[in-house]
């Protein structure tokens, strides 16, 4: 996989947090009018079309069906999903996303798609043609192989024809100045218990298909959670695989993540990030029936805080789910913070020193200017002292312990300083909440 010119997580928006599958061409264009200006000075660049994005209707079905079954989707003359022109116009007469691509690359941002692992149902059911030597979409398809909620595909069987499909993709992906894929119903096949890694072969096609597609792309993999002892699997074939299934506005899925990302520490590196999913921050829902739709994220102010925390000294991919032109001064303030979004970055080794039911404890070193950062979280329900013994957050680091026993710290986000002292950092924490605090 391109792997050599990350500087960092990739840090972005999703249309699906409040769009669901039914977001628009002028939506996509407005958030990415807002990210240029508001977003762009912090690291977040890339724009990326969630699903939906090739097929006709879909509003119309959301009270009963999330993902409506055997819709009409719109494909070209090679089985490959193209954009629905109702929803993107400037796709029609064959410039695919093309143009809209055009429009985000020219604020200076990245564009990505999200697509799902396969091919077209109906085009093996119709012997739809594929890009290789007479063959069909039947030849390749899967019949066995599906999506548990989602009814538009097959899977791809490893042939060389399937091989041929999935480079046919890329190409055309290329060709339309795609930055980034998410791919879905791969990361964890979930229609599968026994086997929940299924798709493991068309992992491997989609990456070789992406490294012969003569762009960098970024490709990301969904749903979670992702299967731990393939984690090699996941580096050496992806950029981000989701370790969890979708992240709401729920405590207790927040609280979940950390347990989550202490298996995947070690798995961190450049190039090769375990994604905690989207953040469910700001305005979200508005095509979601199940939500009653749009809301304000029900996450308090400590949690959205501990969130943002989490996800930034874990070293995770950072996509916004909010919509973005209706970010509120404090949303915006929170996701702003450059010295907490400086914690992503490759010069940042982060370790989990201690964790339970009621708190947790990071610790992060720059390997540029020495410096160590720490994390204090107070899971528990009600208020609570949390201490870090530094000692055991050198050793998490692995990293010799000085002889300084006291001394001052920079909480990163309200800018106080405080003071440690006895090689003990502790804080008074509020329930859920956390801090943030860089060794003077």
């Not at 996509?319 to 001064?329: I, P, R, V, W, Y």
């Not at 204090?376 to 050198?394: G, I, Q, R």
């Amino acid at each position: 996989m391109l792997k050599r010119k990350f500087s960092g997580p990739p840090m972005g928006w999703n249309s699906y947090d409040y769009y669901n599958t039914n977001v628009l061409e002028s939506e996509v264009k407005a958030n990415a009018d807002y990210m240029a200006e508001h977003l762009k000075q912090y690291g977040y660049e890339y724009v990326v079309v969630d699903e939906g994005w090739y097929m006709y209707g879909g509003a119309e079905n959301r009270e009963t069906y999330h993902y409506p079954p055997f819709g009409h989707l719109n494909m070209d003359e090679f089985s490959r999903l193209i954009p629905c022109t109702e929803k993107f116009p400037s796709a029609a007469n064959g410039a695919g996303f093309r143009p809209l691509a055009d429009y985000v690359h020219s604020k200076g941002l990245k564009f990505g798609i999200h697509i799902m692992r396969g091919i077209p149902r109906a085009a093996a059911h119709e012997h739809r043609p594929i890009r290789y030597k007479g063959f069909t979409a039947a030849d390749i398809a899967d019949p066995s192989s599906i999506c548990k909620w989602n009814p538009d595909m097959y899977g791809v069987r490893a042939t060389e024809a399937g091989q041929a499909y999935y480079d046919s993709l890329l190409e055309l992906y290329a060709q339309w100045g795609v930055d980034f894929i998410k791919c879905d119903d791969i990361c964890n096949t979930n229609m599968y218990v026994d086997n929940p890694y299924s798709a493991e072969k068309e992992i491997e096609m989609l990456s070789k298909a992406v490294e012969r597609c003569g762009r960098e792309i970024v490709l990301s993999l969904s749903p979670g959670p992702a299967v731990l002892e393939k984690a090699w699997h996941y580096e050496k074939y992806a950029n981000m695989w989701r370790i969890t299934n979708d992240i709401w506005d729920d405590w207790k899925l927040i609280k979940d993540m950390f347990t989550r990302c202490s298996r995947w520490q070690e798995h961190v590196s450049e190039g090769s990030y375990p994604d905690c999913d989207m953040l469910p921050l700001g305005k979200i829902g508005r095509m979601f029936f199940f939500f009653d739709g749009e809301r304000s994220t029900r996450l308090t102010p400590d949690e959205q805080k501990s969130m943002m925390t989490l996800w930034c000294i874990f070293r995770s991919p950072l996509m916004l789910g909010a919509e973005l032109t209706k970010l509120d001064s404090e949303t915006l303030k929170l996701i702003t913070n450059r010295e907490v979004l400086a914690l992503v970055g490759e010069d940042h080794v982060s370790r989990q020193v201690a964790l339970s039911d009621d708190y947790s404890v990071w610790a992060s070193h720059s390997t540029k200017d020495g410096s160590i950062v720490l994390a204090l979280f107070n899971l528990a329900d009600s208020a609570a002292t949390v201490s870090c013994d530094l000692t055991e957050a050198y050793h998490a680091l692995k990293l010799e312990v000085p002889d300084k026993t006291s001394g001052k710290a920079k909480e990163l986000w309200n800018q106080t300083t405080v003071e440690w002292k006895e090689n003990t950092v502790s804080a008074e924490l509020p329930a859920h909440g956390c801090t943030l605090l860089r060794l003077l």
